[in-house]
């Protein structure tokens, strides 16, 4: 599967944006999928997940109740609102298959197919 993110940019304080990562030669339907993020100097982390069955969801303590992730059949969407100055950074949306259709996977190391960064940027 190829996957390309896209919707970043530049947003003030308290602004919103919707990411995007579609996929080709394949369906969302048989991965986990992840958003990840990595600012300058920091190591890349899990913003959310969702599971292969798309029913449960994952999302990091530092951006719980303003990020939402979902899906439809070839799109997996990061809906991020309440945006602050400590959002910024390289967001990727990255794959992994698993077992369990379940199981929102937020272990970096299971995900093994990425797609390019795209930025986002909050200013103060």
């Known amino acids: 599967v190829q996957l390309q993110a896209s919707g970043g940019g530049l947003v003030q304080t308290g602004g919103s944006l919707r990411l995007s990562c579609s996929a080709s030669?394949?369906?969302?339907?048989?991965?986990?999928v992840g958003w990840f993020r990595q600012a300058p100097g920091k190591e890349r982390e899990v913003v959310a997940a969702?599971?292969?069955?798309?029913?449960f969801t994952y999302t990091v303590d530092s951006v719980k109740g303003r990020f939402t992730i979902s899906r439809n059949i070839d799109t997996v969407y990061l809906r991020m609102n309440s945006l602050k100055p400590e959002d910024t950074a390289v967001y990727y949306c990255?794959?992994?298959?698993?077992?369990?259709?379940?199981?929102?996977?937020?272990?970096?190391?299971?995900?093994?197919?990425w797609g390019q960064g795209t930025q986002v940027t909050v200013s103060s």
């Open positions: 969702l599971s292969r069955r798309g029913d």
């Open positions: 990255a794959v992994a298959r698993g077992d369990n259709v379940h199981r929102p996977t937020r272990d970096i190391n299971e995900f093994d197919q």
């Open positions: 030669g394949d369906t969302f339907n048989n991965y986990a």
